[in-house]
């Protein structure tokens, strides 16, 4: 069974950067046939892509987020990260990961998700 | 960048009762990749219906996915107390995914 499981600070302050990390067991982030995936969703709101990793070290970002984002990826500890520098308090949100089903450089869905955590952004 | 547009905003149903959600699409997508999703409060989104129609792994068969083109539905056929939550459509394209704004489904 695949599981990911999302870490970082709850509380980061305006101008700050946040970082959380995603840790996956049950499958390797090495394989081939899955992106990586970051989403968020604001409280009461509904959810946003952020971005993608892939085995390769590829990245792709969700374009209306003006590139704000960088995604990066630790095979040896089969981790993948997200980091956000100069947030706002528009940026509070629960961060998730999520595996995406991908063949043939196309993706379907996400069949595999984190449980979230709410980053709170505040002084 | 397509935009997913769901309706209503809200449902308010009764226990079995029959529910349609409606995802609508600002151009034409792929059936093969839109899923449906539901969340409920404190739990990440739980994947129910992929490539429009095919049910996942565990999903009951009052869940029925359809569409094309432009317009996709999700179907309960008779509501149990546990379907009660936020619905989601979601497509892939041009390297990217996009979400509907939700469906709320609330006991009457």
């Known amino acids: 069974q695949v599981h990911l499981q999302e870490s970082g600070p709850g509380l980061v302050n305006p101008s700050q950067t946040l970082s959380l990390t995603c840790t996956v067991s049950g499958d390797s982030i090495s394989s081939g046939d899955f992106y990586w995936t970051w989403i968020r969703q604001p409280p009461g709101e509904g959810l946003e892509w952020i971005g993608y990793?892939?085995?390769?070290?590829?990245?792709y970002y969700n374009p209306s987020l003006r590139n704000r984002f960088t995604i990066s990826l630790d095979t040896s500890k089969n981790q993948f990260s997200l980091k956000l520098p100069s947030v706002t308090a528009a940026d509070t949100a629960v961060y998730s990961c999520?595996?995406?089903?991908?063949?043939?450089?196309?993706?379907?869905?996400?069949?595999?998700w984190g449980q979230g955590t709410l980053v709170t952004v505040s002084s | 960048e397509i935009v997913l547009t769901q309706s209503p905003d809200t449902l308010s149903l009764s226990p079995g009762e029959r529910a349609t959600l409606s995802c609508r699409a600002s151009q034409s997508v792929s059936s093969i990749h839109s899923a449906w999703y539901q969340q409920k409060p404190g739990q990440p989104p739980r994947l129910l219906i992929y490539?429009?129609?095919t049910r996942a792994t565990g999903i009951p068969d009052r869940f029925t996915g359809s569409g094309s083109g432009t317009d996709f539905t999700l179907t309960i056929s008779r509501l149990e107390p546990e379907d009660f939550g936020v619905y989601y459509c979601q497509q892939y394209g041009d390297s990217s995914w996009t979400f509907g704004q939700g469906t709320k489904v609330e006991i009457k």
């Open positions: 490539g429009a129609s």
């Open positions: 990793t892939r085995w390769t070290g590829n990245t």
């Open positions: 999520a595996r995406s089903y991908c063949r043939a450089n196309t993706c379907y869905y996400f069949d595999y």
